[in-house]
């Protein structure tokens, strides 16, 4: 079955860098559009970045521009966020899906059928 597992989370000191992975199984990966999203207690899931199927372009949200990198390697199954100059409000749990399309909503919106269980990144001021 498909299935999305998210790794990498953890707590990092401002300004600190960590990197997520999306590991995929159960479907071909280069066939998807590739999403993180992430949501903090109390606030509405926002979208974070999107990759397309085949890496051929990437969209960010304004608040991690320039701090956030996304990248898929499709032989290994698996999508990577880099994150770096982490603040206190990138604080939240994020999670990858899969997208219904081989391309990406530049505004990050769209369908995404499945999603991962989510790791908790937290960053100290």
């Known amino acids: 079955q498909v299935e999305l597992v998210e790794s990498g989370g953890g707590l990092v000191q401002s300004g600190g860098s960590l990197r997520l992975s999306c590991a995929a199984s159960?479907?071909?990966?280069?066939?998807?559009?590739i999403g993180w999203f992430r949501q903090a207690p109390g606030n509405e899931r926002e979208g974070v970045s999107c990759i397309s199927s085949r890496g051929l372009s990437t969209y960010y949200a304004d608040s991690v521009k320039g701090r956030f990198t996304i990248s898929r390697d499709n032989a290994k199954n698996t999508v990577y966020l880099q994150m770096d100059s982490l603040k206190a409000e990138d604080t939240a749990t994020y999670y990858c899906?899969?997208?219904?399309?081989?391309?990406?909503?530049?505004?990050?919106?769209?369908?995404?059928?499945?999603w991962g269980q989510g790791t908790q990144v937290t960053v100290s001021s």
């Open positions: 159960g479907f071909t990966l280069g066939y998807y559009a």
């Open positions: 899906a899969r997208r219904r399309s081989h391309a990406c909503s530049a505004n990050l919106g769209g369908e995404y059928d499945y």
